[in-house]
């Protein structure tokens, strides 16, 4: 199984950015995707996740309404749209995956599967 994440760089506050995780070795149909996020010195948090049977999606409160997280089961691809960054944004990004999972989970341990991370870095 392999997660494979890219998509990550440098960008100005208020600007935009996709992140796309691509999933291998899996039946990704039946895997939850979410994306998490560490930056430095902090724990790693959950960012937004779907549900792994329908397109019930779930964000942190902090990017609601500017980050936009989506999925194509025939591509076995996850994507993360984040618009008006802000340097708080500044983090590795991780994609991860979750058997039957609900979207909703915080928990990393409720997460098999983990990508590698891919540093986004929001200028001021």
């Known amino acids: 199984v392999q997660l494979q994440a890219s998509g990550g760089g440098l960008v100005q506050a208020g600007g935009s950015m996709t992140l796309s995780c691509d999933a291998s070795?899996?039946?990704?149909?039946?895997?939850?995707p979410a994306w998490f996020r560490q930056a430095p010195g902090k724990g790693r948090e959950f960012v937004a996740g779907?549900?792994?049977?329908?397109?019930?999606?779930n964000y942190k409160d902090s990017v609601s309404g500017r980050f936009t997280i989506s999925r194509d089961n025939n591509k076995n691809t996850v994507t993360l749209q984040m618009n008006n960054l802000k340097p708080d944004d500044t983090a590795v990004y991780y994609c991860?995956?979750?058997?039957?999972?609900?979207?909703?989970?915080?928990?990393?341990?409720?997460?098999?599967?983990w990508g590698q991370g891919t540093l986004v870095t929001v200028s001021s």
């Open positions: 991860a995956a979750s058997l039957y999972g609900s979207g909703y989970s915080t928990v990393t341990t409720n997460y098999e599967y």
């Open positions: 070795g899996l039946d990704f149909e039946k895997y939850a």
């Open positions: 779907i549900r792994w049977n329908e397109d019930t999606k």
